[in-house]
């Protein structure tokens, strides 16, 4: 805790285990008002350089991807050490990650709450990010009541996940502009990115803050723009060019835009096309990008090699550029490899947020261990370095298997899971429960315990039903519950997504399981990521048209180059499917 408050510390070097041990000490009360009248302006006269942008990173989470938009633009970085370097800024950046009282604590302790008061109560350049706009608000309800820097009128809500809106908003979102925000200028009609669970509301009072609202159920305040003072509740840094203008315009305020963006139509929120890299190490030793046949990676030949479809650093970058909305990564040997060892990984992570401006979530291994040594790292510090690494979400697969069939069997959250560590933290929105389930045909509904769905197709013997059975060790062992059950259960336990695969029609080529599908996005309030078996454009329609999927991921078909990611939306877009474009 005292390395916090520690005048000499870099916020940014902080290392992952005292982030967490500080995390893990909740805010039990809500905050004290803040005093902010011992502070006075020390700010130098003249700028030292004017391409320097000074970041306030209070640890926690990825801003590594707002460290590279910066980077991006030209600007040279200084970190926030103290509160006088606040005061001291020329133009400071919040990106705020996390929980709203654990950033409360952290920016309260060590006395940058005052000075961040004081810098934005004297007009100075002021840009805050997600939940670097919510702290600006008098208080959230989130783990709360929790006082916040009190500087906007207005309250801090949760989202309502009644008709049919799913919690947390994830995803690609139109804006609606109340003023000239000067920041937001290029945006236009083009969507941006959200992912959080709470938000701020327009009133009366707040109102002459409010630059821009987004409808997700109701209209919530998107942006705000008071002077020189700007936040957004959408991440910049995350939302392709149209986000890196909103920095461009923010680092450049006198400058015009590079280029004109093109012509946009969002409304709402967008269906989401999400390229998959399954990355594993070859016999050789290198990171590739493979991909399964039912979870069968190698070629079918006398060598029996690991299937190599490219690097994924460079595949990335080409989904990016190609118009992908999110990125994902699978290690596939991380079941196997302890991943803070898993160095090569990282790196894949550090090299590609360096270029590719959308979410990027990783999964594969993120769990507890204990290494030869004796020493026990939890999942939350596993969790940690992939974030640091330039990770937004991270995916838990069997670890979250093991977690819910515990809790079927005693009814206790016990709060030790992965699951419940990481989301607990760095908030729901940053957890991706990924299920490998497996269709069990049944000729009655009534032979298992489990939930079952009547099937479209029948099953080899004329089966009417079935059930998945989900599975864990990468589809190797089935374990006795169903994929139903699962979802219903990780969502209780904190889970902020699914990504529901299914090894039946994992790189068949005949589309998603529809089925299935419909069955889990039915029944969990939460985004459903569909996955496995897409082959034509038609089947992405399938999807999103016959269930309440809130996004489609492919693999093999974007490696393969049979169907381009922007076939795939010119496709969505001729059958009315609001997609980013």
């Known amino acids: ?104 604590d952290v920016l309260t302790k060590t006395g940058m709450a005052e000075a961040l008061c004081t810098y934005i109560e004297n007009d100075r350049p002021f840009l805050g990010i997600c939940l670097g706009l919510q702290l600006l608000f008098e208080s959230s309800e989130e783990n709360g009541p929790v006082n916040g820097l009190g500087l906007i009128p207005g309250v801090v809500g949760r989202f309502s996940s009644s008709n049919g809106f799913r919690v947390p908003h994830i995803g690609w979102n139109a804006l609606q502009i109340a003023k000239d925000s000067e920041i937001l200028d290029d945006i236009g009609d083009h969507h941006v990115y959200f992912v959080h669970s709470y938000r701020a509301m327009p009133s009366d009072d ?55 963006p093109t012509q946009g139509k969002a409304s709402k929120l967008a269906k989401r096309v999400i390229a998959c890299l399954d990355v594993r190490t070859n016999d050789k030793g290198d990171l590739v990008v493979t991909k399964g046949d039912q979870y069968d990676v190698r070629e ?37 490899d302890f991943p803070l060892g898993d160095l090569p990984m990282l790196q894949v992570l550090r090299h590609t947020s360096e270029n590719v401006f959308v979410p990027l979530t990783v999964g594969g291994g993120i769990r507890d261990f204990t290494d030869a040594n004796g020493r026990h790292y939890s999942s939350l510090e ?7 690494s330039g ?34 933290v760095y908030g729901n929105q940053a957890v991706v429960v990924s299920i490998d389930p497996r269709r069990v045909y049944l000729k ?30 990468g589809g190797r062992e089935g374990r006795p519950i169903g994929a139903y059950e699962l979802a219903k259960v990780v969502e209780e336990l904190g889970a902020g997504e699914i990504l529901l695969n299914c090894i039946d029609c994992d790189g068949q080529g005949k589309g998603f399981d529809i089925d299935l599908i419909k069955l889990i996005s039915d029944a969990v309030s939460i985004p459903v990521i569909a996955s496995s078996g897409a082959g034509a454009v038609e089947h992405f329609s399938e999807v999103f048209m016959k269930t309440n999927a809130s996004a489609a991921l492919a693999a093999g078909i974007f490696h393969r180059k049979e169907v381009p990611i922007q076939s795939v939306k010119g496709h969505l877009l001729k059958e009315g499917i609001e997609l980013r474009i």
């Open 444 to 473: 009655s509904p009534n032979d298992v315990q489990f939930k079952t769905t009547r099937v479209t197709k029948p099953g080899p013997n004329g089966e009417e039903y079935a059930w998945y059975q989900c599975t864990v060790n």
């Open 382 to 388: 596993v969790a940690s370095e992939y974030f640091r």
């Open 300 to 336: 079918h030949t006398k060598e029996n090699e690991v299937r190599n479809l490219g690097k994924p650093v460079e595949l990335a970058g080409q989904y990016y550029k190609d118009g992908a909305d999110e990125v994902s990564f699978l290690n596939i040997t991380g079941f196997r």
């Open 206 to 260: 707040n109102k002459e803050w409010v630059s821009s609202t987004c409808n997700y159920g109701d209209d919530f305040i998107a942006s705000i723009r008071r002077g020189n003072v700007h936040a957004v509740q959408f991440h910049p840094e995350k939302s392709g060019d149209i986000g890196l203008s909103v920095l461009r315009r923010f680092l450049h305020p006198k400058a015009q835009g590079t280029k004109k």
């Open 391 to 424: 990770a937004d979400k991270i995916s838990i697969g069997s670890d979250a298997v093991y977690a819910a069939e515990e809790y079927i069997k005693t009814k206790v959250k016990t709060g030790k899971s992965s699951l419940e560590q990481i989301s607990r």
């Open 1 to 104: 805790m005292e390395s916090f408050a520690t005048k000499s510390l870099s916020f940014s070097a902080t290392s992952p285990s005292s982030i967490i041990t500080f995390h893990q000490n909740r805010h039990k009360n809500t905050l004290k008002s803040i005093s902010r009248r011992n502070l006075v302006i020390c700010a130098s006269s003249g700028s030292s350089s004017g391409s320097v942008v000074t970041l306030l990173d209070y640890g926690a989470g990825n801003v590594r991807s707002v460290r590279n938009a910066i980077h991006h633009l030209g600007f040279e970085i200084e970190d926030v050490r103290t509160p006088k370097d606040i005061l001291n800024a020329d133009r400071l950046i919040f990106p705020g990650v996390g929980a709203f009282a654990s950033a409360m």
